[in-house]
């Protein structure tokens, strides 16, 4: 079963950065869209970003778009998410998971940006 740990989240000041990292163990996920996702407090998780299982292709949602960016490394079986430009706003637990999150979710890592 595959195992996702996510990693590299911080507490930073508004439009700072940071890179995330969610290594994935058990199985090769180079054949998924991966994805990541966040659950801010008293919110629904959302999605942020996704990228096709080769990197060519990238999405992004509205609030991210031109300050996240989303990578991979499948002979590291490892997804990245470069974000800049934080605002308070981005605070929240981030996740990844399979575009279908129909894997088990892991531990996320919390971002926190203060103002």
């Known amino acids: 079963q595959v195992q996702l740990v996510e990693s590299g989240g911080g507490l930073v000041q508004a439009g700072g950065s940071l890179r995330l990292s969610c290594a994935a163990s058990?199985?090769?996920?180079?054949?998924?869209?991966m994805g990541w996702f966040r659950q801010a407090p008293g919110k629904e998780r959302e999605f942020v970003a996704r990228?096709?299982?080769?990197?060519?292709?990238?999405y992004y949602a509205d609030s991210v778009k031109g300050r996240f960016t989303i990578s991979r490394d499948n002979a590291k079986n490892m997804v990245y998410l470069q974000m800049n430009s934080l605002e308070p706003e981005d605070t929240a637990v981030y996740y990844c998971?399979?575009?279908?999150?129909?894997?088990?979710w892991g531990q996320g890592t919390q971002v926190t940006v203060s103002s």
């Open positions: 058990g199985r090769t996920f180079s054949n998924y869209v």
């Open positions: 998971n399979t575009e279908l999150q129909n894997l088990r």
């Open positions: 990228i096709s299982w080769n990197g060519g292709y990238t």
